[in-house]
T-cell receptor, first 113, second 113 residues
Framework: EAGVAQSPRYKIIEKRQSVAFWCNPI?????LYWYQQILGQGPKLLIQ????????DSQLPKDRFSAERLKGVDSTLKIQPAKLEDSAVYLC???????????FGSGTQLSVL | DQQVKQNSPSLSVQEGRISILNCDYT??????FLWYKKYPAEGPTFLIS?????DKNEDGRFTVFLNKSAKHLSLHIVPSQPGDSAVYFC????????????FGGGTRLMVKP
Protein backbone atom coordinates (compact mmCIF):
# COMPACT_ATOMS: atom_id res chain seq x y z
CA GLU A 1 0.00 0.00 0.00
CA ALA A 2 1.44 3.37 -0.99
CA GLY A 3 1.91 5.85 1.84
CA VAL A 4 1.16 9.56 2.02
CA ALA A 5 3.10 11.35 -0.71
CA GLN A 6 4.35 14.90 -0.32
CA SER A 7 6.33 17.21 -2.56
CA PRO A 8 8.68 18.94 -2.70
CA ARG A 9 10.94 17.45 -0.02
CA TYR A 10 12.82 20.70 0.48
CA LYS A 11 12.13 24.31 -0.41
CA ILE A 12 14.22 27.42 0.18
CA ILE A 13 12.65 30.81 -0.45
CA GLU A 14 13.15 34.42 0.56
CA LYS A 15 10.75 36.18 2.88
CA ARG A 16 7.72 37.71 1.17
CA GLN A 17 7.84 35.08 -1.59
CA SER A 18 5.06 32.55 -2.01
CA VAL A 19 5.31 28.75 -1.82
CA ALA A 20 3.00 25.77 -2.29
CA PHE A 21 3.14 22.22 -0.98
CA TRP A 22 1.34 19.23 -2.39
CA CYS A 23 -0.02 16.13 -0.64
CA ASN A 24 -1.53 12.90 -1.97
CA PRO A 25 -3.08 10.87 0.87
CA ILE A 26 -3.39 7.11 1.12
CA UNK A 27 -6.02 5.85 -1.29
CA UNK A 28 -9.47 5.77 0.30
CA UNK A 29 -8.54 8.00 3.22
CA UNK A 30 -11.27 10.61 3.59
CA UNK A 31 -9.60 12.71 6.29
CA LEU A 32 -6.52 14.80 5.51
CA TYR A 33 -4.48 16.97 7.86
CA TRP A 34 -1.75 19.56 7.45
CA TYR A 35 0.64 20.00 10.38
CA GLN A 36 3.45 22.47 10.95
CA GLN A 37 6.46 21.25 12.90
CA ILE A 38 8.93 23.92 13.99
CA LEU A 39 12.37 22.65 15.00
CA GLY A 40 12.36 21.37 18.59
CA GLN A 41 8.56 21.37 18.84
CA GLY A 42 5.83 18.86 18.23
CA PRO A 43 3.59 18.98 15.16
CA LYS A 44 0.84 21.61 15.32
CA LEU A 45 -2.40 21.12 13.39
CA LEU A 46 -3.04 23.77 10.75
CA ILE A 47 -6.12 22.39 9.00
CA GLN A 48 -8.24 19.24 8.82
CA UNK A 49 -10.32 18.19 5.80
CA UNK A 50 -13.05 15.57 5.68
CA UNK A 51 -13.36 14.71 1.98
CA UNK A 52 -13.24 18.19 0.39
CA UNK A 53 -14.78 20.05 3.33
CA UNK A 54 -12.88 21.85 6.09
CA UNK A 55 -13.46 20.37 9.55
CA UNK A 56 -11.10 22.60 11.52
CA ASP A 57 -8.88 25.48 10.45
CA SER A 58 -8.85 27.38 13.72
CA GLN A 59 -5.03 27.37 13.92
CA LEU A 60 -4.40 28.30 10.28
CA PRO A 61 -3.02 31.87 9.91
CA LYS A 62 -5.55 32.78 7.28
CA ASP A 63 -3.96 36.10 6.40
CA ARG A 64 -1.12 34.24 4.70
CA PHE A 65 -1.91 30.52 4.65
CA SER A 66 -4.50 28.82 2.48
CA ALA A 67 -5.31 25.19 1.75
CA GLU A 68 -7.65 23.37 -0.56
CA ARG A 69 -8.73 19.83 -1.32
CA LEU A 70 -10.93 20.34 -4.36
CA LYS A 71 -11.79 16.76 -5.36
CA GLY A 72 -11.50 15.21 -1.93
CA VAL A 73 -8.17 13.56 -2.73
CA ASP A 74 -5.02 15.66 -3.25
CA SER A 75 -4.45 18.79 -1.23
CA THR A 76 -2.35 21.94 -1.62
CA LEU A 77 -1.11 24.21 1.18
CA LYS A 78 0.03 27.69 0.18
CA ILE A 79 1.88 30.43 2.03
CA GLN A 80 1.77 33.93 0.59
CA PRO A 81 3.76 35.93 1.59
CA ALA A 82 6.17 33.84 3.63
CA LYS A 83 7.77 35.10 6.83
CA LEU A 84 10.97 33.96 8.53
CA GLU A 85 8.95 32.25 11.29
CA ASP A 86 7.29 30.00 8.71
CA SER A 87 10.52 27.98 8.49
CA ALA A 88 9.40 24.50 9.53
CA VAL A 89 8.58 21.03 8.29
CA TYR A 90 5.07 20.84 6.85
CA LEU A 91 3.58 17.41 7.38
CA CYS A 92 0.55 15.96 5.65
CA UNK A 93 -1.33 13.08 7.28
CA UNK A 94 -4.40 11.05 6.44
CA UNK A 95 -6.83 8.60 8.03
CA UNK A 96 -9.76 6.61 6.78
CA UNK A 97 -12.25 8.23 9.15
CA UNK A 98 -11.76 10.34 12.23
CA UNK A 99 -8.92 8.41 13.83
CA UNK A 100 -6.04 9.55 15.91
CA UNK A 101 -3.71 6.95 14.39
CA UNK A 102 -2.57 9.20 11.61
CA UNK A 103 -0.42 8.13 8.67
CA PHE A 104 2.12 10.88 7.99
CA GLY A 105 4.05 11.73 4.86
CA SER A 106 7.76 12.53 5.01
CA GLY A 107 7.08 16.25 5.03
CA THR A 108 8.34 19.31 3.19
CA GLN A 109 11.16 21.18 4.90
CA LEU A 110 10.75 24.91 4.27
CA SER A 111 13.51 27.42 4.90
CA VAL A 112 12.60 31.09 4.64
CA LEU A 113 15.66 33.35 4.36
CA ASP B 1 -0.18 27.26 26.43
CA GLN B 2 1.38 23.81 26.17
CA GLN B 3 -1.28 21.27 27.02
CA VAL B 4 1.06 18.32 26.44
CA LYS B 5 4.62 18.54 27.73
CA GLN B 6 7.65 16.33 27.39
CA ASN B 7 10.13 17.86 29.79
CA SER B 8 13.15 15.81 28.73
CA PRO B 9 14.38 16.89 25.30
CA SER B 10 16.81 13.97 25.15
CA LEU B 11 17.57 10.63 26.76
CA SER B 12 20.56 8.33 26.37
CA VAL B 13 20.31 4.64 27.28
CA GLN B 14 22.57 1.61 26.91
CA GLU B 15 21.40 -1.17 24.62
CA GLY B 16 19.48 -3.85 26.52
CA ARG B 17 18.43 -1.51 29.33
CA ILE B 18 15.03 0.08 29.89
CA SER B 19 14.11 3.42 28.29
CA ILE B 20 11.47 5.49 30.07
CA LEU B 21 10.00 8.48 28.29
CA ASN B 22 7.66 10.77 30.20
CA CYS B 23 4.79 13.04 29.25
CA ASP B 24 2.54 15.36 31.25
CA TYR B 25 -0.75 16.93 30.19
CA THR B 26 -2.93 19.65 31.63
CA UNK B 27 -6.28 19.29 29.85
CA UNK B 28 -8.57 17.01 31.86
CA UNK B 29 -10.75 16.58 28.74
CA UNK B 30 -8.08 14.41 27.10
CA UNK B 31 -9.15 10.77 27.12
CA UNK B 32 -6.95 9.12 24.51
CA PHE B 33 -3.17 9.16 24.43
CA LEU B 34 -0.71 8.06 21.79
CA TRP B 35 3.00 7.78 21.22
CA TYR B 36 4.54 8.43 17.82
CA LYS B 37 8.09 7.70 16.74
CA LYS B 38 10.00 9.80 14.22
CA TYR B 39 13.20 9.01 12.37
CA PRO B 40 15.14 11.83 10.64
CA ALA B 41 13.70 12.92 7.29
CA GLU B 42 10.59 10.79 7.83
CA GLY B 43 7.12 11.55 9.12
CA PRO B 44 6.02 10.36 12.58
CA THR B 45 4.67 6.81 12.77
CA PHE B 46 2.14 5.55 15.28
CA LEU B 47 3.66 3.38 18.00
CA ILE B 48 1.16 2.65 20.78
CA SER B 49 -1.92 4.17 22.39
CA UNK B 50 -3.97 4.03 25.56
CA UNK B 51 -7.51 5.00 26.45
CA UNK B 52 -8.26 6.77 29.71
CA UNK B 53 -10.27 3.76 30.91
CA UNK B 54 -7.02 1.81 31.17
CA ASP B 55 -3.84 2.42 33.11
CA LYS B 56 -1.55 0.18 31.08
CA ASN B 57 -1.22 -1.04 27.51
CA GLU B 58 1.48 -3.35 26.27
CA ASP B 59 2.68 -4.20 22.77
CA GLY B 60 5.81 -6.31 22.60
CA ARG B 61 8.74 -4.33 23.97
CA PHE B 62 6.61 -1.20 24.37
CA THR B 63 4.36 -0.44 27.35
CA VAL B 64 2.48 2.77 28.01
CA PHE B 65 1.37 3.64 31.54
CA LEU B 66 -1.28 6.23 32.33
CA ASN B 67 -1.73 7.96 35.71
CA LYS B 68 -4.88 10.03 35.33
CA SER B 69 -4.75 11.60 38.78
CA ALA B 70 -1.25 12.90 38.07
CA LYS B 71 -2.05 13.67 34.42
CA HIS B 72 1.06 11.77 33.49
CA LEU B 73 1.92 9.02 31.06
CA SER B 74 5.11 7.19 30.31
CA LEU B 75 6.46 4.92 27.59
CA HIS B 76 8.69 2.03 28.61
CA ILE B 77 10.87 0.26 26.07
CA VAL B 78 12.38 -3.01 27.28
CA PRO B 79 14.92 -4.03 26.17
CA SER B 80 16.11 -0.95 24.28
CA GLN B 81 17.73 -1.52 20.88
CA PRO B 82 19.88 0.81 18.75
CA GLY B 83 17.07 0.87 16.15
CA ASP B 84 14.86 2.53 18.75
CA SER B 85 16.97 5.68 18.48
CA ALA B 86 14.51 8.30 17.28
CA VAL B 87 12.40 11.22 18.47
CA TYR B 88 9.31 10.14 20.42
CA PHE B 89 6.22 12.34 20.54
CA CYS B 90 3.46 12.03 23.07
CA UNK B 91 0.03 13.09 21.81
CA UNK B 92 -3.42 13.44 23.34
CA UNK B 93 -6.98 13.91 22.16
CA UNK B 94 -10.46 13.94 23.58
CA UNK B 95 -14.03 14.06 22.33
CA UNK B 96 -14.65 17.10 24.48
CA UNK B 97 -11.31 18.60 23.46
CA UNK B 98 -12.30 18.79 19.81
CA UNK B 99 -10.92 15.37 18.93
CA UNK B 100 -7.79 17.05 17.58
CA UNK B 101 -4.40 15.56 18.37
CA UNK B 102 -2.21 17.79 20.54
CA PHE B 103 1.46 16.85 20.47
CA GLY B 104 4.22 17.28 23.01
CA GLY B 105 7.59 18.71 21.98
CA GLY B 106 9.28 15.34 21.65
CA THR B 107 12.12 13.46 23.36
CA ARG B 108 15.16 12.34 21.40
CA LEU B 109 16.15 8.82 22.48
CA MET B 110 19.65 7.57 21.79
CA VAL B 111 20.33 3.89 22.43
CA LYS B 112 24.04 3.18 22.56
CA PRO B 113 25.34 -0.24 21.47
Amino acid sequence: EAGVAQSPRYKIIEKRQSVAFWCNPISGHATLYWYQQILGQGPKLLIQFQNNGVVDDSQLPKDRFSAERLKGVDSTLKIQPAKLEDSAVYLCASTQGVDEKLFFGSGTQLSVL
Amino acid sequence: DQQVKQNSPSLSVQEGRISILNCDYTNSMFDYFLWYKKYPAEGPTFLISISSIKDKNEDGRFTVFLNKSAKHLSLHIVPSQPGDSAVYFCAASGYNAGNMLTFGGGTRLMVKP
